[in-house]
C-alpha cells in the first residue's frame, strides 16, 4: 500500500517541501480521489506545480493550457497555499481563476494572473497587487480602480474608459479595441497600446519612455514623440513624416508603407525601417549603430553605411555594390542575389550570404569567424574556409570537396548533395549533416 494514501495532503506537501531536496525531483502521491503531481527543487527556488481533481496553482512558465479551477477547495489549504507565494516573491507565480468571488479572497498575492477570467466588477479590490494580469477578461469594463498597480496588463479586454490608469508605470493596453483617449497615460514609463484602432492622437505621450504603436492604423501625427526613448510603429500606413524623431534612441517604422524621407533618423541608436519600399536614400545613416533596411527595394546605394556595426539588408534585390562594407562588424545581405561580389568582405566578423545564388568566389572570406551560406549554389569552392568557427553551407549543391574544413568548430552540410566524403570532418566539433549522408557513412564504416 503507498504510503502517501494514509497522509494528509497537507503533510505530504511538507514532507517534499522540507526533506526532498533534489533538483528536478518528480514524485507521484495517489490520493484516493485524486492524483496528485508535483514538480519541486530547481535551481533558482521552489516552483511548485500542483495538479487535484479541479484547481491547480501553475507558475507561468508550466502554463500551456486553460482549465477549470475550483478555488474553494484549494482554499481549504490555507497554511501552504499562501507559503508558496511568499516563498519565492522574486519569482511570478501566476494563479488561474474563473471567478471573481474567489479572486477576491487572493488580493494579498504581490503577483496576479486573472487572464481570461469571464467577469471581474470590482477591480478596486486589487489595487495593493504589484503586478496584475487581466489579459482577455471580456467582461472588464471599468478599470478605475487599477491606478495604483504597478505593472498592469489588461490587453483584449472590453476596457473603454482608461482615465484612472495614469499612476500605472507599466501599463499593457494591446487589442483594446474600445480605447480611444489615451492623453491621460503621459505618466506612463512603458506604454502598449498595440493594435488599438480607435487610438488616434498620442500628442500627450511624449514623456512615456518604451512606447508601442505597432498597428494602429489611425495615428498619423507622431510629431510629438521625438523625446521617447524607445519607439514602434510598425505597419502604420498613414505615418509619412517622421522627421520629428531624429532623438529616438531606438525606433522601429517597419513597413509604414507612408514614409520616404529618413534623412533626420542618423543619430538614431537602433533604426529598424525594414519593407518600406518607399525609403531610397539611406546616406544620412552612415552613425546609426543597429540598422534594419530589408526588404527596401527602393534602395540601391549603401556606401555610406559602412561604420553602421550591424546591418541586415536582407531580401533588398536592386542592390549590387557592397564594396563599402568591410567595416561592418555583423552583416546579412541574405537574398540579395544581385551581389555577385564579396571580396570587401572579409573583415566582417559575422557575415551572411545566404541565397545569394550569383555569389561564386568566397575565397577573400577565410577570416570570417561566422559565416552563413545556405543555399548558395554558385559556390563550388570552400578550401579557404578553414579557419571559419561556424560555417553553413547547406544546400550547396556545388560543393564537392569539404576536406579543407576539418578545423571549423561548428558545420553545417545538410542537403550538399555533391558532398560524399567527409572522413576529413572527424575532429569538427558540431557537425550537421542529413540522412543520405549519415547511411553513406555508416555504409562505410562498417566496409570497413
Not at 497554511?79 to 511568499?86: N, T, V
Not at 540598422?291 to 527602393?298: E, F, K, R, T, V
Not at 572579409?346 to 577570416?367: A, E, H, K, M
Not at 579557404?384 to 552540410?413: E, F, K
Request: contains cysteine; proline residues 2%; glycine residues 8%.
Amino acid at each position: 500500500m503507498d504510503i502517501f494514501n494514509l497522509l494528509p495532503l497537507e503533510l505530504c506537501v511538507f514532507v517534499a517541501r522540507n526533506y526532498l531536496a533534489l533538483y528536478d525531483c518528480f514524485m507521484w502521491m495517489h490520493a484516493s480521489r485524486r492524483l496528485f503531481y508535483m514538480f519541486c527543487w530547481e535551481r533558482h527556488g521552489l516552483h511548485g506545480r500542483w495538479f487535484a481533481e479541479k484547481f491547480r496553482v501553475i507558475n507561468p512558465r508550466f502554463s500551456k493550457k486553460i482549465t477549470t479551477v475550483d478555488w474553494d477547495k484549494l482554499a481549504t489549504l490555507p497554511s501552504w497555499e499562501k507559503r508558496l507565494i511568499r516563498w519565492n516573491e522574486q519569482k511570478i507565480v501566476s494563479f488561474e481563476i474563473r471567478d471573481e468571488k474567489t479572486a477576491l479572497r487572493y488580493t494579498w498575492a504581490p503577483y496576479l494572473d486573472l487572464s481570461f477570467v469571464g467577469k471581474i466588477n470590482n477591480t478596486s479590490a486589487f489595487g495593493r497587487v504589484r503586478s496584475l494580469s487581466l489579459s482577455t477578461c471580456r467582461g472588464l469594463g471599468d478599470a478605475s480602480g487599477l491606478g495604483s498597480v504597478d505593472n498592469l496588463n489588461i490587453s483584449c479586454s472590453d476596457v473603454s474608459d482608461v482615465s484612472g490608469l495614469g499612476g500605472v508605470r507599466v501599463l499593457n493596453l494591446a487589442v483594446c479595441r474600445n480605447v480611444t483617449d489615451v492623453s491621460s497615460l503621459k505618466g506612463v514609463y512603458s506604454l502598449n497600446i498595440s493594435h488599438c484602432p480607435g487610438v488616434t492622437d498620442v500628442s500627450a505621450l511624449g514623456k512615456v519612455h518604451d512606447l508601442n504603436l505597432f498597428n494602429c492604423p489611425g495615428v498619423e501625427d507622431v510629431s510629438a514623440l521625438g523625446n521617447v526613448h524607445s519607439l514602434v510603429m510598425s505597419y502604420n500606413p498613414r505615418i509619412k513624416d517622421v522627421s520629428n524623431l531624429g532623438n529616438v534612441h531606438s525606433l522601429t517604422i517597419s513597413n509604414c508603407t507612408g514614409v520616404t524621407d529618413v534623412s533626420a533618423l542618423g543619430n538614431v541608436c537602433i533604426l529598424d525601417v525594414s519593407g518600406c519600399p518607399g525609403i531610397s536614400d539611406v546616406s544620412m545613416l552612415g552613425n546609426v549603430r543597429r540598422l534594419n533596411i530589408s526588404a527596401c527595394h527602393g534602395i540601391t546605394d549603401v556606401s555610406a553605411l559602412g561604420r553602421v556595426s550591424i546591418l541586415y539588408m536582407s531580401s533588398c534585390k536592386n542592390i549590387s555594390d557592397v564594396s563599402a562594407l568591410g567595416g561592418v562588424v555583423f552583416l546579412d545581405m541574405s537574398f540579395c542575389k544581385n551581389i555577385t561580389d564579396v571580396s570587401a568582405l572579409g573583415g566582417v566578423y559575422g557575415l551572411n550570404i545566404s541565397g545569394c545564388v550569383n555569389i561564386t568566389d568566397v575565397s577573400s572570406l577565410g577570416g570570417v569567424c561566422i559565416l552563413e551560406a545556405f543555399h548558395c549554389t554558385g559556390i563550388t569552392d570552400v578550401s579557404a574556409l578553414g579557419r571559419v568557427q561556424y560555417l553553413d553551407i547547406s544546400h550547396c549543391t556545388g560543393i564537392t570537396d569539404v576536406s579543407a574544413l576539418g578545423r571549423v568548430h561548428s558545420l553545417n552540410i545538410a542537403f550538399a548533395s555533391g558532398i560524399t566524403d567527409i572522413s576529413a570532418l572527424e575532429s569538427v566539433n558540431l557537425l550537421n549533416i542529413d540522412r543520405d549522408l549519415f547511411l553513406k557513412r555508416r555504409e562505410i564504416g562498417n566496409k570497413t
